[in-house]
């Protein structure tokens, strides 16, 4: 908190919600999904350490969103066909490891084991910034022995092979354009976590290491 907000133990359901009209004063199209996600994680926190008599609630003030979906098999088989081979090797390991565009982009060959066939993510790489090393899938193994090693990342940038890829999104947007299918790219990684959890019944526990 800066200063214009109490100290940890004085905020409350008031405090949280002169912060939201606040923010919405000052920019009334800003979407407070980052503020909310943080200011609940930082009570949460609070409560458990005792600086907070009781959890705080933080409501969600953002219209409802529905920008994430669930792909079909269909879907997945058509964007992989359309797809470049480069691209093909982003949607395999979005789909069939769970790995988020981020965590794809940033690989370098250092980090991957095609002996032991397993991927190592460091924490400065990964979201939450915890670091995991993870088995590839089959299709994932296969793909990256087949892949050109044209400098230290396996999606090196355009220009200079030493520099990981910034961005798919010209790729992308042409692969689902030939595809016919409308989604995200995150839209891949909860692909791998629905087969995961619903159609293999795998250990939830399990598939939230995996994933990260």
Not at 6 to 28: G, H, S
Not at 141 to 148: E, G, I, K, N, T
Request: glycine residues 4%; hydrophobic residues 40%.
């Amino acid at each position: 908190f800066n200063s214009e907000c109490p100290y940890m133990d004085q905020v409350n359901e008031t405090v949280i919600e002169e912060y939201i009209l606040a923010q919405q004063v000052k920019d009334p199209k800003r979407k407070l999904f980052n503020d909310i996600k943080h200011l609940r994680m930082l009570v949460r926190h609070a409560y458990r350490k005792g600086l907070l008599p009781r959890p705080v609630q933080v409501r969600d003030p953002d219209p409802p969103r529905s920008s994430g979906r669930r792909l079909s098999d269909a879907e997945v088989t058509a964007l992989l066909v359309n797809a470049s081979p480069e691209l093909t090797g982003q949607i395999l390991m979005a789909v069939t490891m769970g790995m988020r565009l981020s965590e794809v982009l940033r690989l370098s060959w250092d980090r991957v084991d095609l002996e032991k066939e397993t991927i190592h993510l460091r924490a400065q790489d990964t979201k939450i910034r915890k670091a995991r090393t993870m088995g590839m899938s089959q299709r994932v193994a296969l793909w990256l022995r087949s892949a050109p090693r044209d400098g230290a990342f396996v999606f090196p940038a355009r220009y200079g092979a030493d520099k990981p890829s910034r961005s798919n999104k010209t790729a992308w947007n042409a692969c689902k354009r030939r595809a016919g299918v409308r989604c995200r790219f995150h839209d891949l990684r909860h692909f791998f976590l629905c087969v995961a959890l619903l159609a293999k019944k795998k250990n939830p526990n399990h598939a939230r290491i995996y994933a990260g």
